[in-house]
């Protein structure tokens, strides 16, 4: 007599299913906290990663009871970069964005400088998409703070307690699988996580929130999730992913050293070949699954889709991006230092525009796929030498 | 060797898996366009109804090239009426919302009234989610339409070739399973339909969008949905969607006539008891499911409860907000429809605010659950007389 409310279950029902499902989904929130060592009040279920990005962006410059200033970097992933501008458009913020260096990483340093009177939130991404760069987030969420305590609190137009800005939010989706997810010791107040890159986990993402920052909501709606996000929550996908980043987890470290040492044979094999290449990004902290590889004059399009004829997967850029016709603002940004947005290399150029073929390995990758990889790599590269030099 | 793109798959990958998980997709969306009689390219999905009611108003509200002027009715679902409250106080949009009749249906001739010349978009529900009455999608599309030719055509900040404003959104979410959803016989311009309310769909949305409006994304990322939805699209539950909506189109008709003799046959019964009630809503023009009815003096949120202790599950309003205290917004505009925005009852005072009990029939209900449910209300209603009257 309640399919109106939904043809399933809904949790937000009084009658005695929705209190049910409403049991199960805050066991599920309780975990994830539990993982992020956070309280379950801090988690915001949203449909995934590019919504919890842009949740904890645009809510943060919504709550500002000014015209706000927000930082981030060169290499964050579209839904951070994208949304950046977005607000700049349509003058709902200042943007600034800081290039990060030849390595891959951003210098804290140079995010410091930027801080404004009116800055309220800093966003730097905890792993790189393409290229895997681990950023220095306990260092960024250092100068933050110390920022913090020497500015006056400003109330926010939601009136809510709160101990002022700039606040700190990382985009941790890469990061989920292999590193530290503890958001005390992160330091930072908001972080995005994402199901679609954790095994078995359900297409949801989570947004955590830490209490006393004010955030508006992007969409009108009902009272979900603390009214932050409204709309019924996917509870399935939900319980989906509070089991799998429990698993996740208890792999972690274990996973994190095979797959250090099954990269780093990888880039020892690659190296070995008679191939010129550049491993992109820094050597040392990077995630221990990702070897992003150019080889100079070879497009990489072209390589992704002559290993996929032999059926090996991999990327050339992140995967939101593919329809443009330009190569990866990533690799340009390592290129081109002094840029605050990097160019989008042009399409055509293929000689300058090679861009880099990402490896991302994961749990079912072993060393004979290493092995014929790089086998199957040669061969492609020997023939495709003729055509581009 | 592309973990990194999604632990299962990425209609947006390049390599071959990406290829056929986005032949998939792709197929879907031609499913739900050909249920709707729309083209592929007018279909977007997101993550639920609540994001695509609030693409459409936001997206129409962001594209246009002035402060715009939008108009709803007051018994919209919270995802309309907050998102207009929201874009109000914003300051991003001037908004007007017209009362319903004593019937519980909108008077086209009071929209009318209402269009000014920096109208953008007009949103009224094709059936109300709590009461069930359907709207004159119809009519008010025409009048719409009529007003369309008078005024000049302006060009959108995005660019796009447009044949002028206001535009015409009707939210069909609790009208998905029953009735005409050919977006070329009603007239409008944008339409939301939801996973949620239909047996096996996925917890998807879906917003179609006629091809030359003008609609700016609310989320900035990557190029998915044509770059109007950014993030990965939730392929396994879109194909579910899909399948699903075409299920319930061909028993649509075959549902409609057994579900309106039921819900007669219900309402009957409930007049052959020795209770006084109200019956909620145009007792014509109404979704074929829904019964909603208000016991005079007795709290409608009781009445769920204690029905919900004998098996029986329904609701005393929109699940979106049933951690409000107060009672239902769309009863309060049934008893005082001069009011633009009906006041929310307060939740204390009892006697006044009652509210409805919804019943919401669907595949599985069947003559003997109504017998039982009337068998048990009457029994609750005979113990409850003593305290409330």
């Known amino acids: 007599m309640d399919y109106a409310a939904s043809a399933v279950s809904n949790p937000s029902s009084i009658h005695e299913l929705g209190v049910i499902t409403r049991r199960k989904l805050e066991n599920a929130r309780r975990h994830v906290a539990e993982v992020l060592f956070a309280r379950p009040g801090e988690i915001i279920f949203t449909s995934g990663g590019t919504e919890s990005n842009n949740l904890a962006i645009q809510g943060v410059v919504y709550a500002a009871s000014f015209l706000p200033h927000i930082i981030t970097t060169n290499i964050e992933h579209p839904s951070v970069l994208e949304t950046f501008k977005l607000l700049e458009k349509r003058k709902l913020a200042q943007i600034t964005i800081v290039p990060v260096e030849k390595n891959g990483i951003v210098d804290p340093r140079k995010i410091k400088k930027e801080i404004k009177k009116n800055t309220v939130l800093v966003s730097v991404m905890y792993a790189n998409n393409e290229i895997g760069t681990i950023q220095p987030i306990k260092e960024i969420a250092k100068t933050v703070r110390y920022f913090r305590k020497s500015v006056k609190v400003k109330p926010s137009r939601e009136g809510l307690t709160f101990t002022g800005y700039p ?17 005390e010791k992160l330091g930072v107040d908001l972080l995005t996580l994402s199901g679609s890159k954790i095994e078995g986990a359900g297409r949801v993402g989570v947004l955590y929130k830490k209490k006393p920052v004010p955030l508006a909501p992007i969409f009108g709606g009902g009272d979900q999730e603390q009214s932050i996000r409204p709309g019924t929550e996917n509870w399935p996908e939900i319980l989906k992913f509070a089991s799998a980043l429990q698993a996740a987890q208890k792999i972690k470290n274990k996973e994190a050293k095979r797959l250090t040492k099954l990269c780093d044979y990888f880039i020892e ?33 072209l390589l992704v889709l002559e290993l996929s004829a032999r059926g090996i997967m991999c990327s050339s850029k992140s995967a939101c991006e593919s329809s443009r016709e330009e190569g990866s603002y990533v690799i340009e940004a390592l290129r081109n230092t002094s840029a605050r947005q990097p160019a989008r290399p042009a399409g055509g150029d293929l000689a300058e525009n090679v ?35």
Do not use: C, M
């Open 167 to 183: 606040l700190f939010h990382t985009d941790a989706v890469q990061a989920a699988n292999y590193l530290d997810l503890n958001v």
């Open 269 to 301: 094999r690659l190296r070995g070949t008679s191939a010129s290449l550049i491993i992109n990004g820094d050597l040392e902290n990077r995630l221990p699954n990702n070897v992003n590889v150019t080889f100079p004059k070879i497009p990489s399009d």
């Open 355 to 389: 861009g880099g073929v990402r490896f991302s390995l994961g749990r079912d990758t072993q060393k004979q796929d290493i092995d014929y990889t790089v086998k199957v790599l040669a061969q492609i590269l020997q023939k495709l030498k003729k055509w581009y030099n």
